[in-house]
C-alpha cells in the first residue's frame, strides 16, 4: 500500500502563518528603529561601520516585508505561489548586503578615515545581539515546520544581523580601546561573503526542504532536515 505524506494540518498551517506574520512585523519594527539609530550615530561619529549597519537594516526591512507579503494571503496556495517573487527579493536583499558591506570595508581598509567613540553604537550593538537571535530562532523554526523556504531565508538575513551586531560592537570596542580601525572591515567581508552564499541559495531555492511530515501510517515521511 502506498504511503501518503501529510504535511501540516489546515489549522496549524493557520497558526504557523500567523505565528510568522507576528514575527515579522517585530523585526520590521525594530529594524526600522535600528537602522535610524544606527545612521544617526554613525553620521555624528563619521562611523561608516555603524552606516553600514544601518543600511543593512533597511535591507532586513525590505527582506521582512517580502514575507509579509507572501503571508498576508489567507489561501495556502496563494502563499506558495508567492514563494518564488518572496525568495527572489530575499536574494537580491542579501546581494545588496554584500556589496555594499565589502565596498565599504574595502574603502575602509584603504583609509577611507577613522570613526571615533560612539557610546550610542556600542549600545546598539550588544542590544541587538541579544534580540535578533531569538528573532531568528522563532522564525526559523516555524519556517522549518511549514516547509516555507522564504520564511528560513528570512530568519537567516535576520540571524546575519547578529552576526553583523558582533562585528559592529567587536570592531568599535577596538577602535575605542586600542584603535584597531583595520578590525572591523576585515570582519566585515568574512560576513559579506556569507552574505553573497546565502543570497545565492535564496535565489535557487536551497533555503529549505519540505517539511518532515508523518505519513498515513504515523511514521516519518521521506525529505531531509537541510534547514538545520
Known amino acids: 500500500m502506498t504511503e501518503v505524506v501529510l504535511g501540516p494540518s489546515p489549522r496549524r498551517r493557520g497558526v504557523l502563518a500567523r505565528r510568522v506574520r507576528w514575527l ?55 502563499i506558495e505561489r508567492r514563494e518564488r517573487t518572496a525568495l527572489r527579493i530575499i536574494a537580491i536583499s542579501f546581494f545588496a548586503l554584500a556589496a555594499y558591506v565589502t565596498l565599504d570595508a574595502l574603502r575602509a581598509l584603504a583609509g577611507g578615515g577613522e570613526a571615533e567613540h560612539s557610546t550610542p553604537g556600542l549600545v ?12 531568528s530562532y522563532a522564525q526559523r523554526r516555524a519556517g522549518r515546520e511549514l516547509g516555507s523556504a522564504s520564511a528560513v531565508a528570512d530568519s537567516k538575513q535576520t540571524l546575519l544581523c547578529t552576526y553583523l551586531s558582533a562585528v559592529l560592537l567587536i570592531g568599535l570596542a577596538l577602535n575605542s580601546l586600542l584603535g584597531w580601525a583595520w578590525a572591523d572591515p576585515i570582519a566585515a567581508l568574512v560576513i559579506a561573503t556569507v552574505a553573497g552564499y546565502e543570497g ?3 535565489w535557487r531555492g536551497d533555503a529549505c526542504c519540505a517539511p518532515l511530515a508523518p505519513t498515513a501510517r504515523g511514521t516519518s515521511g521521506p525529505g531531509c532536515d537541510c534547514c538545520s
Open 24 to 78: 515579522v512585523a517585530a523585526t520590521i519594527a525594530y529594524n526600522l528603529v535600528e537602522a535610524v539609530v544606527a545612521i544617526t550615530a554613525g553620521t555624528l561619529a563619521s562611523s561608516g561601520a555603524l552606516v553600514a549597519f544601518g543600511l543593512d537594516s533597511i535591507i532586513e526591512v525590505a527582506s521582512a516585508a517580502a514575507v509579509a507579503w507572501q503571508f498576508s494571503a489567507r489561501d495556502p496556495e496563494m
Open 124 to 135: 546598539l550593538a550588544a542590544l541587538s545581539l541579544a534580540i535578533m537571535p531569538g528573532l
Open 200 to 202: 545565492r541559495n535564496a
